[in-house]
Structures are given as C-alpha cells and as structure tokens.
C-alpha cells in the first residue's frame, strides 16, 4: 500500500511540475486562465503623486474586476530593474509588465518619444483622444509588436514645468552655455538653443543643483517637483511646460503573456487602463493649483512665465527636432503626421470652443 501511495506522489508531482510548465510557458490553460500573477515594475517611484500613484490604483482596480483572479504586483524602481529599463526588462520577459513612461527606450524606438510628449504637441484631453478615438493606440500596438510588447495607454498628466532657475530667464542670451538636466526630445531642442544638456536621475537631482553642477532642471508636475524639494535651492519657477504639455504614461506587458490571456482578461486590462486615464488626469488638474499656491506663500518661489521670444525660439528648435527624426524613421513620421494632423483639424475647436484662460481670474473678483 505503501508503494502505491508513493509510486501516486511522484505522478502527482510529475503532473503537478507538468502544470506549472504549461502555465509559465504561456499556454492559456484553463488554471492559466483563471488567475494572473504578474510583477510590474515601475518607472517612477509609486509616491510621486499624479505622475506614478496611478499604477497601484489601476492594479486595484484588476483585482476588483477580476474578484482577485489577476493580481499585478507593483515593484518600485530597482527592486526588479532600473526606471530607465523597464522597456527591456518588459521586452526580453525579465518582468511581466511595468507602468513607465514612453520615451526611455528613444534609441532603439524613436516615435516612443512621441507616445511619452510632444513638445509644443497634445495636451492631456487631447492625448487621450488621440490615442483613444484617433487611433494612436493602434498605431502603437503595431510599432511596438516587434518588441514583444503590448502597451497600453495607462495615465495622462498635466502639463509639467519648463524647469527650476537660480536666476529668471528673461531673454534668449540666458539660454546659450545654461547648465540643464532635460530629457527626452525637449533636451534636443534645448541643445539647439545652446544650452549644454545633461541627463540625471531625479535622485540626482537635488545635490546637483544644490551644489551648481546644474543651472536648472525640468523634471515633473509642481506635485512631484514639490515631494523632491526642489524649492529649497532654486527659487523660479518657469511656466509654461512648452516641452511636455502632457507626460503620458503606459503599462507595458510583455506580448507573449498578454496573448496567452482569454479575451476576458485582456478586457480587464484594457478597461483598467482606461480608468487610469480618466483618474491621472483628473488627481493630477485637482492638486497642481494648491501646490503652486504653497509654493508662492510658504516657500518664497517666484512662478515665472517665459518670454514669448524665448517660446517662439523653442518652437522653430522643436520643429527642426522633429523634422530630423521624421527623416531618419519611417514610424516616427507616421505618428508625427497623424499627431499634427489632428492638431491642425481640432485647432478651431481648440481656440474657439474654450472660453479664453484669463477669463477664468474673473471669477476672484
């Protein structure tokens, strides 16, 4: 009896090993089917308010709508990899999934870039209509296929801030020989404008301009520039955010789990996404007034708005930028076009259908 309750174990075993192969190779079993146990990394530190703290949200939301069947557990930056590596880690299956922004990843995909900002380009709403009803997420899917990745169109922000100053830029000399830490396509354009560039973590952030290796910094949002203090050693703060007017964010999942789900948990997904959306934009336009407002009365920074001739500069830069990237990539130029395309189509709605900004500073009075 004892041999056979033995000889029982081991098929037991062997069967049980058989499954867990059968799950972690991706075929969609019916166990694979019924529960999801992925990682997901993070590109930004899940604290940062608005920019990153819609990821746990949206993992809360998969497990709700899948009654705790799919669990996405968030991993902050270098507990799996690096931010900056989430797009490989994601592509080559080091990690299940990762919620970043597009854009780490210019080198090896350009028109991540333009998925991530746009200088000059789509504000938050009109992001989301792009990628939502304008067939931008389409359009991603397939550029990004090739990498084994399924991104989905997962938060939009407000615009960020054109950057921290030790002194105001009041005109286009200040610019020429400035120390800034600037990335993405809006570091390009600040290199043409003969500003010497330099990449940094926002770790690094802090020392680097308390110390003077950096004039200025952009990084995020007046939330998140307020979590990293760096109020405390540069007292202007420049307006607008030519160079981001929306920071857009993505869940990547690697292709190969995603096609392993039913139709069902691939809806989830989508549908959990969807809402990070709607929840990013709307934490991130409920909290940047109060934050700008602290700014100016308890921490004595000055919010300065740039000169329209260091704008108009910016924007003639920025048209070179894109102009030398849609001539080196095919899929850079798609999206640029479709991007501008659109911009150029909702620009009488853009300027008419609004009430005019400053008409809102009536309402004070």
């Known amino acids: 009896m004892q041999n ?72 902050e930056p270098g507990k799996l990899v690096k931010g900056t590596e989430v797009f490989e880690a994601v592509s080559q299956g080091k990690a299940d999934s990762g919620y970043v922004w597009a854009g780490y990843e210019i080198g090896s995909v350009p028109s991540s870039a333009l998925f991530g900002a746009q200088p000059f380009g789509l504000e938050p709403a009109e992001m989301a209509a792009f990628m939502m009803e304008r067939g931008g997420q389409e359009m991603m899917e397939e550029i990004y ?72 910094t952009e990084f995020s949002l007046p939330t998140v520039d307020e979590q990293l203090g760096f109020y405390k050693v540069a007292k202007y703060y420049h307006l607008p955010g030519w160079h981001q007017p929306s920071t857009n964010q993505y869940l990547y999942i690697n292709k190969g789990k995603f096609d392993a789900l039913s139709k069902q948990q691939q809806g989830i997904l989508r549908t959990a996404c969807s809402a990070g959306v709607a929840k990013s934009l709307a934490r991130s336009e409920a909290l940047q007034g109060g934050t700008l407002k602290k700014f100016q009365d308890e921490h004595g920074v000055t919010a300065v708005k740039l000169p329209d001739d260091v704008l108009r500069e910016l924007k003639v830069k920025t048209d070179e930028v894109m102009a030398e990237y849609s001539a080196k990539d095919a899929n850079f130029k798609k999206v640029w076009d479709a991007m501008k395309a659109y911009m150029v189509e909702n620009q009488q709605w853009r300027e008419l259908g609004y009430l005019p900004r400053t008409f809102h500073s009536s309402i004070s009075n």
């Open 4 to 75: 056979s309750f033995k000889k029982l174990g081991k098929v037991a075993g062997v069967a049980a090993i058989a499954s867990a192969f059968v799950v972690s190779a991706g075929v969609p079993s019916a166990d694979a089917q019924e529960r999801v146990r992925w990682q997901m990394t993070m590109g930004f530190p899940s604290t940062l308010k608005a920019l990153a703290d819609t990821a746990p949200w949206v993992a809360e939301q998969v497990s709700v709508m899948s009654d705790g069947k799919m669990t996405l557990q968030v991993f």
């Open 145 to 216: 296929a090739p990498h084994n990745i399924v991104p989905l169109f997962c938060g939009t922000i407000s615009p960020e801030a054109a950057g921290w100053f030790r002194f105001p830029i009041e005109n286009l000399s200040q610019v020429k020989g400035l120390k800034i830490r600037f990335a993405g396509l809006g570091g390009e354009v600040m290199q043409k404008m003969g500003a010497s560039v330099v990449l940094l973590s926002g770790s690094e952030l802090f020392e680097a301009l308390e110390k003077g290796v950096i004039d200025a």
